[in-house]
């Protein structure tokens, strides 16, 4: 089956051999280039080769006006801005936010050749009467709106007058001239003019394509299939339609290019697949596929991006051996690593503060591989010094000496004393700064013939060199945050370019790249409700009541244009294939697109669909524990541990999950390191630990008395500042959440205080120990070498005469967790971690002061009565009756246990075995 673009080349040749004189326009550069290429194909002899134009130059011929860059017509806007403007002025920065809307809106307006001086009087008046009050009193924010459309026309009148003094011109503006030159066009030029593929055409280009045929010397086709044409409710046959009805041309004209394909038999595969790496692979398969059967069908092919943001996964899916690509759409510049390397450098100073550079932006900028490239030639030293620093020194934000001192000296040190420098770095030199580091990098990418590096460098040193230009001639560029939103924007615009044939090979494109081309096989991704089409998105300020009183285009016709496109990409295509994402992704997918349910319900076509949902294979396979056995060298490990000390924490880590015992205390793996920008769980308990130690440690020996817990009570805010200091610099007190933990713990402490006040007012409390340090030897026979416990004993009292062991913790604590049945469980069941922990305190301290009986308790930190919780044997589970006193007898059954555990973790038959906890 021939394509649109053949079949116009034919009747092109049959009516017109010779191609002299032909003006040939199309909606894109890429279009020109296929039917360029058809043309060749069919002439015979040498001939004169047509003029072929994209409708965008062939109407920047008409009004003889240059399109100016994007970045420069902000500029241009905001001098306009300015000069109506006089006071109340927004600054440069606020300007940025609503500057690109507004200009849209002046898009519009004069691509569709509005009467804008009635349009911005109408939206003033009617934000005058939203305004209006009995009182007559208005809003700052409804009289600053209101005025906004007061100045839309004369800021309008100033940035149009402005461009076209320099023979520039936004793209309205260019279509908007060119309409009012198009009479004087024609009569400078009496070549035959041939439209080509046209659908959803602005008023502008509406008046001059029929000022071309009223004229007599034009033709235009249609790429459209008369099923959607014939069919009064379709959208992709909406504006076509519009046109046939409305246009004189068309009274004595019949409509050309008109097919008759969609309807004829042919597979449609419709399949939803869950998240975008998953069609990305899914295409992957199918291009594998297509190029074994047949290699020469990939020129063919195409696979087209409705989300462009997977053509990055596609790329990385694709099979080897495909020979040629071609991908029209370009990788966005703001998608490398390489821009993600300057505004990291930016937002480095940016979120600078007076107590220096935030350690995440740091953090983020060492971590990029760019950063590597720059320290690589014998200070690659500097990145994991510091990165190592901030993580062990729990560094917040960076001061300049902390930076500088982990550089050498070596060739970057000025490129680095320049970016962090104690005072904060003004725009041209930290562009300056920039531009030296892309020289360092082309040196580096020049000499390993890195050409994609230094394609992308060649454009970061037209951006720098453009944005010092704009910096030195503007003075209201002052904010850095300015500079990164000039910055991303730039980044956004330009697109590196792939190297490929754009007539052969596998064709990946987006939407707007497939105007006019038509393919065999067809493979459309991210065809999802809010993608396909995209939904009422509305970039403008122009309220939706508004744009149909004036006859803007609304989401009605965009969503026509899309549907226009998809279905056009159908047409001829004799393999389809439509992926959806079944799976929701933030605010999107997880619905197909309504094309898709318009397709299913097409009784003339959906005979020929298959829809499935394709899943990946997902092996259900059971976790297996591991095993570690004890070899020699770990018993003898073992056997120094237990020399040493087994702690009380050690042993119900092990009880918990022998495998972390074995990571821990035999191979030493600590918990990764990583700043603490707010407080962590551990670094909480330790503060208050340490805390507790320093307020009770002085009543050590003493009776509690009411006087000098008042005096404690009093000084406990300081002594958790100085806590607090050992982990964060103090001017992380001084606001946020750090501050809110400060005063928290301060809280906890105190009531723990106020709850000693409260019991020596009924009771006699003596301190015995404050982090008592004990360790006993438990003689184990059969081991043959003398086991060491050991712990700390956060604190040691008597009530009333009765000993009591006090453990703190910070966490949840349940009376359930501390009371006993059966003195195995102590040994054997996670969930009395906590009992057995008491019992080990219990043993400790009666092996080296033997008392009568004791009682051992934890204290619920964070509780507001913080009363110990005691360790308790139940005579059953469900019994409430509970006997608190830890007698001899209960601590010799309890060593007797605790012998058999020891026994068991040096038992060279029985393996450290992994618990699933």
Known sequence: MQSFLEDVADDIQKNHPSLQGLVLILPSKRAG????????????????????????????????????????????????????????????????????????????????????????????????IKSWSPTNESTPLLSGYVQFWKNALPIYECLAKRLKEKHLGFQGLIYKEASKKVGEYLARHDQKHIFIGFNALNTAETKIIQSFLENGNATIYWDLDSYFLEDPIHDAGLFIRRYKESWRHFETNALKGISQHFLIERPIKITGLPKNIAQAKFIGDLVRKISSSNPAALNKTAIVLADESLLTPILHALPNGIDKVNVTMGLPLGQTLMSDFFLALIDLEINRSPNGWYHKNVLSWLDNPY????????????????????????????????????????????????????????????????????????????????????????????????????VSQHDFLTEMIVLRQLLSRQVAEKKLDFQGDSTEGLQILGMLESRNIDFETVIIASVNEGILPSGKRNNSFIPFDVKKEFGLPTHKEKDAIYTYHFYRLLQRAQNIHLLYNTEVDVLEGGEKSRLLTQLLSDNNINHCIAHSIVAPAVAVTPKILLEVHKTKSLLEDLGVLARKGLSPSSLANYIRNPLDFYRKNLLKIADREEVEENIAANTFGTIVHDALEAIYKPFEGCLLDKRALLEAKEGIRPIVHQQFTKFYAADSLKSGQNLLVFNVIVQYLQNLVENDLLHIKSHEIKILGIERELLTTIDIPQLGFPVVLKGKIDRIDMVDGQVRILDYKTGQVNASEVAIVDMVDAVTEPKYNKAFQLLCYGLLYSKTTDPKTLTAGIIPVKKRNPNPVLFAVKPSTDSKQKNHLIHSELLEEFENKLSGLVLELFDPNVPFIEKEV
């Open 33 to 128: 280039v296929f039917l360029r290429k058809y043309l060749t194909e069919r002439i015979e002899k040498p001939v004169f080769s047509p003029t072929i134009l994209s409708i965008e130059e062939f109407i920047g011929q008409i009004s003889i006006l240059v399109p100016i860059a994007e970045h420069n017509l902000l500029f241009e806007l905001y001098g306009a801005y300015s000069e109506v403007v006089k006071k109340d002025r927004d600054d440069f920065q606020t300007f940025m936010g609503w500057a690109p809307t507004l200009l849209q809106d002046f898009n519009e307006v004069d691509r569709y050749l509005l009467d804008y001086k009635r349009l911005f009087g109408y939206l003033a008046e009617i934000h005058r």
């Open 371 to 470: 950063t590597k490239i720059l320290f690589q030639s014998g200070e690659n030293g500097f990145v994991q010094s510091l990165r190592s620093s901030i993580q062990s020194q729990n560094l917040a934000y960076l001061s300049t000496y902390h930076i500088m001192q982990h550089l050498n000296d070596g060739s970057q040190k000025n490129i680095i004393a320049s970016l962090f420098s104690e005072k904060p770095t003004s725009l041209l030199t930290f562009i300056n700064v920039c531009l030296q580091i892309i020289e360092r990098f082309h040196g580096h990418y020049n000499e390993h013939n890195s050409l994609h590096e230094l394609e992308q460098l060649s454009y970061f040193h037209e951006i720098f060199s453009d944005l010092d230009h704009f």
